[in-house]
């Protein structure tokens, strides 16, 4: 009887398959033991959802005014249905549809957000920590100066000097926020520099931007991920301070913060318009701090549970 034999090459992807199989399946084991991560992962593909599809779903348009429809409350119903299922606001503008548009808005502004910090802290802390010295020594005492600033102050100062609006809110908040990737990436870099592979590479004749980028990095980026998430969260939760406090998204955009700040006046009266918007920042926030936790559990080595 014949005998067939495989040759290395076809060996080889199927052992790299089966071996990015595993580690998925070894990290969805470790993320799917915190319910709470389920849930908020979820929920997160849920707001997705809600955003990719808005036009779709909202039942007005997000800047439609409705005169004769002023501060109606929720599930008021004209001839026998529910025209405005969470109410108006206080120029007749459905608060669901506004909701529906902010969702767009908010995985907007973490997404802008968390990318800018993060690369940017990404590349300044990877030169930091692999060239050390004077380099290492001025970044880190910039980074502790911004630091040293609560990050809504700070954030709320650079917009005053740039100017309100949604876009430079965004970009105060990454410089804000950059300083903790920074830290992040630099202790991981000069933990892992010294390490057997890292070594190695160097004398095959790696240059600094193979190993800082191709060899070390790598190996650096699950914490930066799990900072990345709970980024991303307090991304929107500051957006939407800004825009409360006037400095953010200016009306008429449905983003939650500025439909707070618009609904102020109205708490004792209305209460509908300020607790949807509310819920909604709470909620979103709740869930993707969650997601942040099971990410942290998978990706965590000294976390995971025998």
């Known amino acids: 009887m014949a005998q067939t034999t495989t ?36 929920f997160f593909l849920f707001l997705i959802i809600v955003a990719v599809f808005a036009p779709l779903l909202a039942p007005h348009a997000p800047t439609m005014q409705y005169r004769d429809a002023v501060l109606v409350p929720p599930f008021w119903e004209e001839g026998g249905r529910a025209t405005y299922l969470l109410g108006t606001d206080a120029v007749g503008r459905d608060i669901l549809s506004r ?12 997404v802008i957000v968390t990318t800018i910090s993060l690369v940017g802290g ?15 020594t001025v970044i880190m005492r910039v ?15 650079l917009v ?24 992040l990436t630099r202790a991981a870099v000069i933990s892992e520099k010294t390490r057997d592979y890292v070594v190695a590479a160097k004398v095959a004749g790696a240059g600094p931007l193979r190993l800082m980028f191709k060899t070390i990095l790598p190996n650096c980026m699950a914490p930066l991920i799990v900072q990345a998430t709970l980024s991303f969260s307090n991304a929107i939760l500051d957006a939407a301070a800004l825009g409360f406090l006037g400095q953010g998204a ?20 209305a209460w509908w318009v300020v607790t949807f918007p509310g819920l909604a920042i709470l909620i ?7 997601m942040g936790d099971g990410l942290r559990d998978a990706l965590d080595p000294k976390l995971k549970r025998s």
């Open 7 to 42: 040759s290395p090459s076809q060996i080889g992807p199927v052992s790299t398959d089966s071996s990015r199989r595993a580690r998925l399946a070894e990290f969805w084991y470790y993320f799917s033991e915190n319910r709470g991560a389920v849930i908020g992962l979820f």
């Open 143 to 157: 980074m502790d100066i911004i630091l040293a600033f609560p990050s809504l102050l700070l954030a709320l100062v």
């Open 250 to 269: 200016q009306p008429p955009t449905p983003e939650w913060g500025t439909m707070l700040a618009e609904a102020r006046e109205f708490i004792l009266r």
């Open 284 to 290: 979103t926030v709740l869930a993707i701090n969650l």
């Open 122 to 136: 990404i590349l300044i802390g990877v030169i930091a920590g692999y060239f050390r010295g004077w380099v290492d």
């Open 99 to 110: 909701l529906i548009y902010g969702t767009r808005y908010s995985l907007f502004i973490g």
């Open 160 to 183: 005053a000097v740039l100017g309100p609006g949604l876009t430079n809110a965004m970009i105060a908040i990454a410089l804000v926020f950059q300083p903790h990737f920074v830290r």
